[in-house]
Each structure stands twice: as C-alpha cells, then as structure tokens.
C-alpha cells in the first residue's frame, strides 16, 4: 500500500491560467514544511496545475475549493483530464463564500493529467491550504 500512487495538494499562490472554459488553477502547494503539506506518492507528479499518473487503474479522484462571492459572482469548478471536462461542481449560492467539493472513480491511463478549472477570476477562490485542494489516489 506505501508504493500506491496517491497524491493530495493545496491551494496555493494566485495562479491562474485563462483558457476558453475558464482558469485552469497552476499553483498549489508541492513543498513540504506547511501545516498542510501535500503528498505526492506512488511515481504521482506535479507540474503546472497537472498532477500526472504514473498507471492506468481506477482511480477516486475529489477536488473541494472555498470561493468568495460577490457582484453576483457565483464560483463553480470542474475536474478536467488531458483538458477535457471529467466532473463538474454546481454553484448557485446567495451566501458569502461557499464550498463545494466533488469526487469521482474514474478509469485513468498512464500519463493521463489531471487539473482543476475554475468558472471565475482566481481573484475569488480562497487559498487558505484547509479549504482549497485537490488529489487521487489508486483504488486498483
């Protein structure tokens, strides 16, 4: 179970990179030494809002961000892979900030990217490490 790969990273920083479905999330905690210290584990790897598998298997896949709201500004995000649209949340809040957390098992191959996209600027995604992180981990 120790070799399995897994992975789980915070929000970090304000990176954001626009494309046409929204901001794809680049910066989240990778170092050690925070409270919340990200896991990568099992040949799983980070690089630029990616996390990389390193073996096709089923794999739970979960994602949760805290957004503030405002100007009616609703924050909503999907779990993308290889840039494609996997698993999407659903905002529609009058609250001030509002969490939302997805999760899914998918059939993921070698090499396959996961990333995380936002619906609005990064400008309204809290980036405190508790509230915003995404990960996966092998079932099988």
């Given at each position: 179970l120790?070799?399995l790969?897994a992975?789980?990273i915070?929000?970090?920083?304000s ?8 901001y794809t ?9 925070s ?19 390193p ?8 994602a949760?961000l805290?957004?503030?709201h ?9 779990i ?7 698993v ?23 090499g ?22 995404f ?6």
């Amino acid at each position: 179970l120790q070799n399995l790969p897994a992975a789980h990273i915070s929000a970090s920083g304000s990176g954001g990179g626009s494309k046409n479905s929204g901001y794809t999330i680049t910066e989240w905690y990778t170092a050690s030494g925070s409270t919340w210290s990200p896991y990568l584990n099992g040949g799983m790897t980070y690089s630029n809002g990616y996390l990389t598998v390193p073996q096709q298997g089923l794999y739970y896949v979960y994602a949760q961000l805290l957004f503030y709201h405002a100007a009616g500004k609703y924050g909503a995000f999907s779990i993308d892979v290889n840039d494609s649209l996997r698993v999407r949340s659903y905002q529609d809040s009058n609250d001030q900030h509002s969490s939302n957390y997805v999760g899914r098992i998918l059939q993921l191959l070698k090499g396959d990217r996961i990333s995380i996209v936002i619906s609005v600027s990064p400008n309204y995604l809290n980036r405190e490490e508790q509230y915003s992180f995404f990960g996966a981990f092998l079932l099988r």
